[in-house]
């Protein structure tokens, strides 16, 4: 079965500092994966998918299939940057498979 | 903008009692969704629904059903609520093949 692990549960970092939350999969075809992110009161919104290789908030997010990883990095964090993060798995179609989530706390 | 509305955003049910949990998108989406949120375990995908009158299981179906009589509109049913259903619950809608998903607020529900 498709899995998507990761590892931390939460991240804690000061502000300026490189932020890296992990995210690694088991999939037997070629993967589409997305990051999704619930900043406090707000709704869970896409933040980032690897096909746009796109640099959004100043996140980044690289597939590595020999890794099977899909790591969303951004050099300085920023306070802004604090919420829940969820890296996703497309099995088919529009159905996604979630990881367990990882707190980022960026402090001051 | 896109809008997911779930019409109730804290609910306390009784162990056996019947609970609906309604979602509304008003962008006529084809695909809707209904996961449940809890600390340490992330999203899980209860139902979906690719059109009116059609569902899947997810890959949590147990101890609930949906509704999709309307195209706009996904309901979420526990047909006898137990205590191991207390969860924070999400629809989501989304577009054509392989869009991006749209979440709703969330439904915090508690079963006492």
């Known amino acids: 079965a498709q899995r998507v692990t990761q590892p931390e549960k939460l991240l804690s970092v000061f502000k300026g500092a490189p932020v890296e939350l992990k995210c690694n999969y088991s999939?037997?075809?070629?993967?589409?994966l997305f990051w999704y992110v619930q900043y406090s009161r707000q709704r869970l919104q896409l933040l980032l998918r690897?096909?746009s290789r796109e640099s959004i908030k100043g996140f980044t997010a690289d597939l590595n299939k020999g890794e099977t990883s899909f790591h969303l990095k951004k050099p300085f964090a920023q306070e802004e940057d604090s919420a829940m993060y969820y890296c996703?798995?497309?099995?088919?179609?529009?159905?996604?498979?979630f990881g367990a989530g990882t707190i980022l706390r960026v402090k001051s | 903008d896109v809008k997911v509305t779930q019409s109730s955003r804290y609910l306390v049910k009784r162990t056996g009692e019947k609970v609906f949990l309604e979602c509304v998108q008003d962008?006529?989406?084809?695909?809707m969704f209904w996961y449940r949120q809890d600390p340490g375990l992330g999203l899980r995908l209860i139902y979906f629904?690719?059109?009116?009158?059609?569902?899947e299981k997810g890959d949590i179906p147990e101890g609930y059903s949906v509704s999709r009589e309307k195209k706009e509109r996904f309901s979420l049913i526990l047909e006898s609520a137990s205590t191991n259903q207390t969860s924070m619950y999400l629809c989501?809608?989304?577009?054509?093949?392989?869009?991006?998903?749209?979440f709703g607020s969330g439904t915090q529900l508690s079963v006492l």
């Open positions: 690897h096909i």
């Open positions: 989501a809608s989304a577009g054509g093949h392989k869009e991006k998903l749209f």
């Open positions: 962008m006529d989406h084809e695909n």
């Open positions: 999939y037997s075809g070629s993967p589409e």
């Open positions: 629904s690719y059109d009116v009158k059609m569902k």
């Open positions: 996703a798995l497309r099995e088919y179609g529009n159905k996604l498979v």
